[in-house]
């Protein structure tokens, strides 16, 4: 499978953004999809996790309930709402996929991985 994360940009705090993370190659049903992020100097940190049948979602404890993790099948995508955006979230934002895993906040689990989509937040 290939994932291609966009969506990202240049927003102000408080503000709203929707990250996609649009799947080819399969169907995105095949896998969890996690969402991490990584800002300069700091390591991969987990975002959010939606299972596949999208039954279970986790997210990390930063989200605090700004976030939120959905798929849409039909479209073969996963998106990540991000609302209350603030300055600490400014990263680069990833979509990955596993196939099984019940470990979803390590990154290394994820066996597939698109290209990070830049969201800077500025005060």
């Known amino acids: 499978v290939q994932l291609q994360a966009s969506g990202g940009g240049l927003v102000q705090a408080g503000d709203s953004l929707r990250l996609s993370c649009i799947a080819s190659?399969?169907?995105?049903?095949?896998?969890?999809m996690g969402w991490f992020r990584q800002a300069p100097g700091k390591e991969r940190e987990f975002v959010a996790r939606?299972?596949?049948?999208?039954?279970?979602?986790y997210y990390g404890e930063f989200v605090k309930g700004r976030f939120t993790a959905a798929g849409d099948d039909a479209k073969n995508t996963a998106y990540l709402q991000m609302n209350s955006l603030k300055p600490e979230d400014t990263a680069v934002y990833y979509c990955?996929?596993?196939?099984?895993?019940?470990?979803?906040?390590?990154?290394?689990?994820?066996?597939?991985w698109g290209r990070g989509t830049q969201v800077t937040v500025s005060s």
């Open positions: 190659g399969e169907n995105l049903t095949n896998y969890h």
């Open positions: 939606i299972s596949r049948t999208g039954a279970a979602i």
């Open positions: 990955a996929g596993v196939r099984h895993s019940n470990y979803y906040t390590r990154a290394t689990v994820y066996e597939y």
